[in-house]
């Protein structure tokens, strides 16, 4: 997407070393846009677990990257280096532990790289592999915005042409992903071909992703947008302002449940309370496959406190700083997601298409899942 008219990926190897693999450095938007470089594991995975990176189908073409990094970096025997890959393997995956796409992506350079005896084998091999992740989740992510666009078109029909209202919750746009994001890539592509949407924006405390990040993103595409407190929603809602919610996912169950930035399951809610369409966008490699139940299986990820007691932004003289809202010593408590169960969805949109939230209908899309787990 575009940055000033220029485009960019979250994520992409440097032209004349790729060796060093760039990232955008997201706890620095929207007010400073500074590219950092990443070479070691050590690199990408603090780049994970602090949020440089975030949101699901990055962290996994990040996990890509750093499996690539590792290969980089392991003993040329191949003993050796199969216990080098299987270390780095368990650290990243413990860097953010809700996101399926980490441990998906991982999984995949271990099956590859795995059965490999030669280090530069190993080396070409992975970071063919990382870029074709990557290049898999933008264009994923672009036939999710193809299969969303008639979803909206058919409210915009409905409305006789006035603006489509879309309510989404934290950032599952293109900084959440590699290009296009899952919730935002339907409308962006009903932006472009000229279908007339407002969004509503929720800040999505405590982190701020809907503040900083996707009304960041809307405003560089030119998409009309309005932000919202978190607890305005159901108002809203309730007052016919809202037509439609999408939001993103960062672990899917077979059966439809999904995880997502804490604070859905509250939308969903609303939304439903309300006969509101409640919409899930995601690429293929956030479902898990072998779960059924997200309430009681999805691992649910804690953080800090401090994310909830301090808050950060820019001065009236344009420094970055960073202030303490809560008495001092306050405890917080800081969970990072949330399960919207599958009867709160009303379907989900994927790269092949828009399919209900349930176990039938989502092997019926992806009947190449149907071994796993004899269903
Ligand atoms: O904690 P984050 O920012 O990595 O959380 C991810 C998210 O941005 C959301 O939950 C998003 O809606 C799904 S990720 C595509």
Known sequence: MKVKNTHFRTIWPDAADNTIIRIIDQRLLPHRFVIEELRTLDDFCRA?????????????????????????????????????????AQRLVA??????????????????????????????????????????????????????????????????????????????????????????????AAHQAGIRVHVYVDETRPWLQGARLTAWELREEGVPHTLIADNTGGHLMQHGMVDMVIVG??????????????????????????????????????????????????????????????VSGLSADNRLETVLVPPAGTRSLNFGFDVTPARLVTALITERGVVAASRKEILRMFPEKNKIKGS
């Open 48 to 88: 994970i677990r602090d949020m440089h990176v975030r949101g699901a189908g990055l962290i996994g073409a990040t996990a890509g990257f750093a499996m690539y990094a590792a290969a980089l970096a392991a003993p040329a025997a191949e003993a050796e280096a199969d216990s080098y890959f299987r270390e780095s």
């Open 95 to 188: 860097t953010r532990p809700t996101a399926r796409n980490l441990a998906w992506a991982v999984e995949r350079q271990l099956a590859t790289i795995g059965r490999l005896k030669d280090r530069q084998d190993r080396i070409r091999t992975s970071l063919q592999v990382a870029c074709r992740i990557a290049d898999e989740d933008a264009s994923f992510c672009q036939q999710i915005g193809e299969h969303g666009l008639k979803l909206i078109a058919a409210i915009s029909r409905k409305k006789g042409g006035k603006p489509v209202n879309i309510l989404t919750h934290c950032n599952a746009g293109w900084l959440a992903f590699v290009d296009y994001g899952s919730a935002t890539a339907p409308i962006y």
């Open 249 to 310: 996912t960062d672990r899917t169950t077979s059966t439809g449940d999904v995880a997502n930035k804490i604070g859905t399951y509250l939308k969903a809610l609303a939304a439903r309370d309300n006969n509101i369409p409640f919409y899930v966008a995601l690429p293929s490699s956030t479902f898990d496959w072998e779960i059924e139940d997200g309430l009681r299986q999805i691992p649910i990820e804690e953080r800090s406190g401090d994310e909830v007691n301090y």
